[in-house]
Nanobody, 124 residues
Framework: QVHLAESGGGLVQSGGSLRLSCVFPDSYSSYCMAWFRQAPGQEREGLAS???????NYADSVKGRFTISQDKAEHTLYLQMNSLKPEDKALYFCAAVGVQECPPLSDMGPFGYWGQGTQVTVSS
């Protein structure tokens, strides 16, 4: 059973912006939440994570362009993506792990809860 539901993907021109949303259950409110993506033929890549104390970490590939945030009242995790590039094209996933401090973005093993993904395509 999938408990995370992503939305907000679509087609955007290079340099444009998108905001992805991920609705999660109330029981995940104390969990580490993160965003990952996977392009065809490539490994899944960690992009951004948010500890429950608000600490945020970003991959170098998106630092300064993407912002992770959370609205606990709405049970929604967001990923604001600006200055999009064609190489950002991928299937984007939100994920959760039942700890308050997130593991490194390079280690997706601990993340036991995943959504089904939302497609982002960036045209040049």
């Amino acid at each position: 059973q999938v408990h995370l539901a992503e939305s907000g993907g679509g087609l955007v021109q290079s340099g444009g912006s998108l905001r992805l949303s991920c609705v999660f259950p109330d029981s995940y409110s104390s969990y580490c939440m993160a965003w990952f993506r996977q392009a065809p033929g490539q490994e899944r890549e960690g992009l951004a994570s948010r500890d429950q104390d608000g600490t945020r970490n970003y991959a170098d590939s998106v630092k300064g362009r993407f912002t992770i945030s959370q609205d606990k009242a709405e049970h929604t995790l967001y990923l604001q993506m600006n200055s999009l590039k064609p190489e950002d094209k991928a299937l984007y996933f939100c994920a959760a792990v039942g700890v308050q401090e997130c593991p490194p973005l390079s280690d997706m093993g601990p993340f036991g809860y995943w959504g089904q993904g939302t497609q982002v395509t960036v045209s040049s």
